[in-house]
Structure formats: structure tokens, C-alpha cells
């Protein structure tokens, strides 16, 4: 068999074994996220499928599995985060973003303390270093968008009052992101702390810049790349997309946050006609992206890491669920609200990954972040929604019983 033939057959096994689980995964009501990571571990290193004697660092090449799509599945892998976080702007317009930070600033630093910190504090008893625990904090912090868009909308919460609030603390979440990324990747580098505060004022400027731009010329970016040939649309905002990406990547900026701050830049009917349009290929390169992550996870380096995955899963579900609670209250909503908000918030998912992969990628960090990260997020991601499902019960169950409160005090 030639090698172009080999590669068709392995990428074409890849996906038939993507669609399956994504298939399932929508039988049970559940994201994909977990089964495409798990998917991966089956078939990766030291899965299923390879030798329990295979190690990553030192196999022989002849024995690395679906070697002949390896630079192909890792270039779609990168263009997975792009298309990601340039969904993730499409979201939102620059005006939109600065006036929900400017109302829930105070939200945003609350989750920014009560769940980076569990995060921080596993990476310096693991005796991961200061790098390590910058890691693990970014890896706790971040609450997953896209799983908690889908799962408001399966659940039909779209509408809640709540949603707002969760919304609000989502979009803070993702403009710090912006910042901690090109901090992260700046310790990554063991770049001196000079160098380390030029990436994040670089980052700083690029934000402002894009940003300024954006309010200022917002609509004549959009009238740029719209169209009214899809073809023509989709290779417009497509490459654009990529180009800024790579610009950002060589500005040590990440080229994820580049493809974000375009999709805010990018507004109206063109961001939601982009929208449909790059859905699809959003999902089969992000899937690709979960399922390379899979594969490059030992999964003899997960039992290892189990139990602190399991530990900083319980504590910061409990702070996410505190930050929502607390977030809610003080937007006036009701107590099922508050319990309902804080449940959403616990859902982790893709940018977890994707800061473990960065991580391992820079080479600065060992195998364990993947593991750790593989196993908090299928917690997280699998518990998270169900968590979700049942906490409008909790809540509504806590409301009455507070409810009935006042009316007992006197009896007693």
C-alpha cells in the first residue's frame, strides 16, 4: 500500500471512529468532548490498539501509531483552536464586550480567585514550580463556553435570567484568557521576567489595538470579508482568520487569542452568517484536535494523576458553583437561579485542553500535565452537565425551603 493510501486510510478510520462517538454521545444527551478524548486514548500511545511497552519520548519511528497523518493531524489540531476561539468572538461585538465587562468586573475577579487558586496551589505540591502552578490555575480557571452554550440550549435556559450572568462571567473569562495565554507561554519559554512583562505588554497593546479598531471600523472590517458567494465568504474569513493567527503566533501573542480578538472585530449579519458557515469545520478540526490530544496521552500516566484529577475536580466545582451562586444573588436573581448559574459554570472542556496542550507542546512541562488534564476535564465535562440538569430540583427545593423558613422560627 503507498503511503498516500496508507494516510487516507488511517485519517478516514480517525473520523469514521469521531463520528460514531459523536453519534453516541448525542444518544445520551452528553458532549462529545470526553468520548473524542477518550477515543484517543484508545488508540494512541500505550492504548488499545499499540504495545503496552510503547513510550512517545523514545518510540521507534517505524512504530509511531498513524505516523503517515501525523504533521497533517497536527496542523489540523492547531487549526482546531483557531477555529475555537474565532467562534468564540464571532459571539460576542467589541461593544458587547466592553459593557458586560464593565458590569460584572467584580464577578469576573471573584471566579478569577476562588478557582485559579485551587489550580495554583495542586501545582506547587505536585512540585510542578511556579510554571506548573500557572498551568494548573489557567487549567481550573477556565469554564468551558461551548459545552455551556450547548448544554443552556439542550436544556432550553437560553431565556433564564440567569443566563446574562453566566454569559458575563464566560466573556471575562475568555478577555483574560487574552492575557494569560502570552503570560503562560512567556514562562513556558523560561523567558526572563523582563521579557516575560514585554509579552504580556505586547499582548496589552495587541488587545487594545484590536479591540479600538474593532469599536472604530468594526463595520467596514465585516463589509470586507462578507459576500454573498458562501465560497467566496468562506475563503475570506477562513484565511483571514489564518493569517491573523499566524501574525499573532509571531508576535508571541498565541495564535488562538489572534483568531479571537478577529472574531470580535467581526460583527451583525457577517458574524452570524460566519457563524453557520464555519460550524461544521469548527467541529471536524476541533474533534481532531481532542482526539490527537487523546492519542498523545499515555493512559498509563492516568492512574498516577487520578486523584488529585478527581480532588481539584470536587474543590473547584464547589468554588464554581460559590461563584455563580454569589454572581447570581447579586444580579437580584432567585435562589434556583443562583444554583442554576453555579452549576453551569462547573462544565470545563476544550481550553483546558487546549492550555495542557500548549503546555506540553513548549516541551517545559511533563507527560503528567496532559494526564491530569485529560482526567479533570472528562470529569468535569461528563459531571458538569448532569450537575446542571438536577440543579434546577436543588434549586428549586432550596427556594421552598427557604421559603418555609421564616414560618418555622416562631413555632420553635
Known amino acids: 500500500m503507498t503511503t498516500t493510501a496508507l494516510a487516507l486510510v488511517e485519517l478516514g478510520a480517525i473520523l469514521l471512529l469521531l463520528g460514531v462517538l459523536g453519534r453516541f454521545a ?42 503517515d497523518i501525523g504533521e497533517f493531524t497536527h496542523l489540523a489540531s492547531e487549526i482546531g483552536v483557531v477555529l475555537l476561539l474565532l467562534m468564540l468572538g464571532l459571539e460576542y461585538s467589541a461593544r458587547e464586550l466592553v459593557t458586560g465587562l464593565r458590569g460584572s468586573w467584580r464577578d469576573g475577579l ?21 510554571t506548573g502552578a500557572v498551568v494548573l490555575g489557567g487549567i481550573t480557571y477556565i469554564s468551558s463556553s461551548g459545552i455551556i452554550a450547548k448544554v443552556l440550549g439542550d436544556l432550553g435556559r437560553l431565556g433564564n435570567r440567569e443566563t446574562p450572568v ?69 475563503l475570506k474569513v477562513l484565511g483571514l482568520a489564518l493569517l491573523v493567527a499566524g501574525v499573532a503566533g509571531a508576535l508571541q501573542v498565541s495564535a488562538g487569542v489572534g483568531a479571537f480578538l478577529l472574531g470580535i472585530a467581526i460583527s451583525g449579519a457577517t458574524a452570524h452568517s460566519a457563524r453557520d458557515l464555519l460550524e461544521p469545520l469548527r467541529d471536524l478540526f476541533a474533534a481532531l ?16 494523576v487520578l486523584g488529585w484529577a478527581l480532588l481539584l475536580a470536587l474543590a473547584t466545582a464547589l468554588t464554581k458553583v460559590l ?32 492550555i495542557a496542550g500548549l503546555a506540553v507542546a513548549s516541551g517545559a512541562m511533563a507527560a503528567d500535565v496532559s494526564a491530569l488534564a485529560t482526567a479533570y476535564v472528562m470529569t468535569l465535562a461528563i459531571a458538569g452537565p448532569v450537575l446542571t440538569r438536577y440543579a434546577d430540583g436543588l434549586g428549586r427545593a432550596a427556594a421552598r425551603r427557604r421559603a418555609r423558613a421564616p414560618q418555622a422560627r416562631p413555632a420553635s
Not at 458532549?31 to 494512541?44: D, E, H, K, T
Not at 490498539?49 to 523514545?58: A, I, S, W
Not at 484536535?289 to 498516577?304: H, I, S, Y
Not at 462544565?347 to 485542553?353: H, K, L, P
Open 26 to 67: 448525542a444518544r445520551i444527551g452528553m458532549s462529545p468532548v470526553p468520548l473524542y478524548l477518550l477515543g484517543g486514548l484508545g488508540i494512541g500511545y500505550g492504548g488499545i490498539l499499540f504495545g503496552r511497552d510503547m513510550n512517545p519520548l523514545t518510540a521507534d519511528a517505524e512504530a509511531v501509531p498513524f505516523q
Open 110 to 130: 471573584l471566579d478569577l480567585v476562588l478557582n485559579a487558586t485551587p489550580g495554583v496551589l495542586a501545582g506547587l505540591l505536585l512540585g510542578w514550580g511556579a
Open 166 to 234: 453566566i454569559l458575563s462571567i464566560l466573556v471575562f473569562e475568555d478577555l483574560a484568557m487574552a492575557l494569560y495565554l502570552p503570560l503562560m507561554t512567556a514562562f513556558l519559554g523560561g523567558v526572563s521576567l523582563a521579557a516575560g512583562a514585554q509579552a504580556v505588554g505586547i499582548a496589552l497593546t495587541v488587545v487594545t489595538v484590536v479591540l479600538l479598531l474593532a469599536l472604530r471600523f468594526g463595520p467596514q472590517i465585516s463589509r470586507f470579508v462578507a459576500s454573498p458567494e458562501q465560497e467566496t465568504f468562506l
Open 289 to 304: 484536535f481532542f482526539v490527537l490530544f487523546g492519542m498523545n496521552t499515555d493512559p498509563r500516566t492516568l492512574p498516577p
Open 323 to 354: 461563584t455563580g451562586y454569589l454572581a447570581a444573588r447579586s444580579a437580584g436573581i432567585g435562589v434556583a437561579g443562583r444554583w442554576r448559574a453555579g452549576a453551569a459554570l462547573t462544565i470545563r472542556g476544550e481550553f483546558s485542553i487546549v
